[in-house]
């Protein structure tokens, strides 16, 4: 199986400094890391420069759907999965084996569940339902895998400011992908946390969510994020 590892990324050095060496290993020249920059402006340039044989593409424009397309159309036939990681989350060891097993076991698209890299008692209670299938227990923080076949046939992410996620996961049900929640978990960042109390992210969260939902327009939810939440 060859894997294409895809990272969206701005202003990302120091967690790319130690992910794409991990993500190197675990890979071992079974496929390719595109880092997809939406315009950096920190060391992010000379840290993938050290990082022998990744990618590094400056996309047209900032947001995270329009940089994992153009990462994702980069040579697509010579890759079988697409694999959309965070800079600021962890795989697990073993992480190519594991979507290696799931797509040969019939899942075309899939996540992991995930664990914050900051132990809290409300931070646990959000791990544990991200073993669920709903929609709400989704995100991209769990680092979603397609076939290149299914991302293909989905016209990949919609161009979208915000919840582009939700939505490519929505169409993949939709067409009744099967979906699998390989029952390991990612580690992720718990910066936003940290940065703005555990009530109010999920405050901002729980009303976003309903916003994309109810239809409200991507500059209303994005508006609304911003003004709930400070920048971590």
Known sequence: MRLHI???????????RELLPFLQ??????????????????????????????????CQRCGRAQQMNEAAALNQEEF?????????????RGFYL????SVSAGFPVGCYRFKFDTWHPMLMINAYFT????????GGDQSLYLTTEAFRS?????????MEDYDIIQRTWA??????????SVTVSARKYRANGWFRVQM????????????????AMVAQYRKMLKPW
């Open 154 to 162: 989905l016209g990949g992410f919609r161009d979208m400011k915000i």
């Open 175 to 184: 067409r009744e992908f099967p979906f699998r929640v390989i029952p390991r």
């Open 204 to 219: 901002a969260n729980l009303k976003v969510f309903r916003m994309y939902k109810a239809g409200a327009p991507e500059e």
């Open 80 to 92: 079988d999965v697409v694999y959309f990681v965070h800079a600021d989350t962890r795989p697990p």
């Open 25 to 58: 290993s675990e890979l071992s020249g079974n496929g390719q890391i595109t880092v997809a920059d939406g315009g950096s402006t920190d060391d992010t340039e000379t840290i993938i420069a050290q990082a022998s044989g990744v990618q590094h593409i400056r």
């Open 98 to 101: 594991d979507i290696k097993q």
């Open 131 to 138: 073993r669920f299938k709903g929609l709400a227990c989704r």
């Open 6 to 16: 895809i990272i969206p990324v701005i202003n990302e050095a120091e967690n790319l």
